[in-house]
């Protein structure tokens, strides 16, 4: 949806580097999301956060970080220690209103060899 | 947490046909979301949907919440309907809001 960009579209590194994604939105939203996309999969929630400065793990967490030091950013680094980084990344943002809908960025396909 | 399984896994139709796509849940919800991924990896909002029937030109979806279900139809199928469909659900930890996937529908329709 229109407001959130991931950039790059394509990233490729090689294996033990860390990587950062960028994700920025322009709609004033409070809440951010990362998921991870496999493929033929659903896609799984890295982590979270509601306002600036506070974030939480979701369901896979290990060998990723996050900060949210903007409100309109939150990156996502991919360090060393995720054992298979290579996947579809993609970021979500939602409004501070009781709504639970999602907007999700264009994503960023990561590949490490 | 809570399970949310579609079906059927894989679809092909002909251009024209209509569809129609499932989505379970296993807890109660208050509303639901429908995606499509496109060939490129975009998720396209189609509808949020806590409960009875919405509408958008050839694209519905009714969700009975309390039977743990929604169905997304698509009538008059066309060839850029193509993608994988997506059903999530919201679950919360004190104030926040997160959403479980499906593992989707991949629907490819042909000439």
């Known amino acids: 949806d229109g407001g959130i960009t991931q950039s790059p579209k394509y990233l490729f590194r090689k294996e033990g580097q860390n990587v950062t994604l960028s994700c920025e939105q322009n709609l004033n939203h409070d809440a951010m999301y990362w998921y991870r996309q496999d493929p033929g999969q659903g896609l799984r929630l890295i982590y979270y956060s509601q306002i600036v400065n506070d974030f939480q793990k979701g369901d896979i967490a290990e060998g990723y970080s996050v900060s949210r030091e903007k409100k309109e950013s939150f990156p996502l680094t991919v360090t060393s220690a995720q054992k298979n980084p290579t996947a579809f990344y993609l970021c979500?943002?939602?409004?501070?209103?009781?709504?639970?809908?999602?907007?999700f960025g264009p994503g960023t396909r990561l590949t490490v060899t | 947490g809570i399970q949310v399984e579609q079906s059927p896994p894989d679809l092909i139709l002909q251009e024209g046909a209509n569809s129609t796509l499932r989505c379970n849940f296993s807890d109660s919800v208050n509303n639901l979301q429908w995606f499509h991924q496109n060939p490129w990896g975009q998720l396209i909002n189609l509808f949020y949907?806590?409960?009875g029937t919405k509408q958008n030109g050839r694209l519905s979806a009714t969700t009975v919440a309390t039977e743990r279900y929604s169905l997304l139809y698509i009538s008059s199928s066309q060839t850029t309907d193509s993608g994988v469909y997506f059903c999530a659900v919201p679950s919360y930890t004190g104030t926040a809001s997160k959403l479980t996937f499906g593992t989707g529908t991949r629907l490819q329709v042909t000439l």
């Open positions: 949907i806590p409960s």
């Open positions: 979500a943002s939602r409004p501070r209103d009781r709504s639970t809908k999602q907007y």
